[in-house]
């Protein structure tokens, strides 16, 4: 289902990790939702943002004043906020142009505009996929950051308490929680995002169309193609289903559903077989 602004997100897909630009790579997404999307216009955006916090800073800042004057300048003077949970799954909360319109995003969003103007202005920071909720970090340093709550420097107990919150019980903080993330996993989870709200709304056709877009950027991620094989069989697409379905296996080491969907390969292939 590749398309013109497809076949870009797929060439960046195949670039190492280190090479893909998280920015842009966010607008590709939106820019199959919004076929006149600017890319290289909210690129400068970003650019003329990181230029005028720079102009406010100066150059003798240290690490905490630059979190500092990052946190102002977007949360009180730019207004960005997190979106209420009422319109927690608008899709337009995915998308970074409408971030950066609308100056309203969830936390993956929000932390990929601070990642960028923090990029800009020499700070090193890169995501977190903490459980349930994306955050940020200071690479060198033991900051971890959310911006989806105004910049909250979060301390250990503060992590620790999310974590209950998110497990419904008392949750050991483990190091893999606070792990960096890579650009293509960033990438991949925005998709997540997308693809949950399509489904929901039962739009299938993008549901699938994202899906097949996730694969590009985590092909080694089993589950993403199990559930891709289950929205092709939404759409019809049998082979296609049989397909994800296989691969699904494949990649996986003894799955605890091997059994369903092995009865499901089954029935594919007697549906097509039925076809030919």
């Known amino acids: 289902m590749k398309n013109a602004t497809g076949d870009a997100l797929f060439e960046l897909a195949q670039l190492e990790n280190d090479q893909i630009d998280l920015a842009k790579g966010a607008l590709l997404i939106a820019k199959d939702a919004y076929a006149d999307l600017d890319i290289e216009m909210y690129l400068q955006r970003l ?9 406010q800073i100066g150059n003798a800042a240290d ?22 949970q009422e319109h927690y799954y608008d899709a337009r909360n995915s998308y970074l142009n409408e971030v950066l319109e609308r100056k309203t995003g969830i936390p993956i969003t929000l ?3 601070y990642m960028e103007i923090g990029k ?10 903490f459980p349930g909720h994306f955050i940020v970090k200071h690479r060198d340093l033991e900051a971890v950051i959310d911006p989806f709550e105004r910049g909250q420097i979060l301390s250990d ?3 620790s308490e999310r974590l209950t919150q998110i497990f419904r019980e008392s949750m050991p903080m483990h190091p893999r929680f606070l792990q960096a993330v890579t650009n293509k996993e960033i990438l991949a989870r925005m998709l997540r995002n997308l693809r949950q709200i399509h ?10 169309n994202v ?18 094989g289950y929205l092709y069989y939404q759409v019809n697409a049998y082979g296609k289903s049989l397909a994800a379905f296989n691969t699904y296996l494949r990649l996986s080491d003894d799955p605890p559903d091997r059994e369903e969907i092995s009865r ?6 007697q549906q097509i077989a039925k076809l030919n």
């Not at 650019?47 to 102009?55: D, H, I, P, V």
């Not at 800009?120 to 996929?129: A, Q």
């Not at 985590?218 to 559930?227: E, F, H, L, T």
């Open 157 to 159: 107990e503060d992590l």
């Open 211 to 228: 899906g097949e877009q996730i694969t590009w950027l985590a092909p080694q991620s089993a589950q993403d193609y199990r559930d891709l």
């Open 63 to 84: 690490t905490s004043d630059q979190i500092n004057h990052l946190n102002r300048y977007l949360f009180e003077e730019q207004g960005f906020a997190g979106s209420s």
């Open 264 to 269: 499901n390969i089954r029935v594919l292939t």
């Open 47 to 55: 650019n003329q943002m990181a230029e005028e916090l720079q102009s």
């Open 199 to 208: 489904f929901r709304k039962e739009e299938h056709e993008k549901a699938v």
């Open 120 to 129: 800009r202005i020499g700070l090193p920071l890169v995501g977190v996929g």
């Open 111 to 113: 932390s990929i505009v």
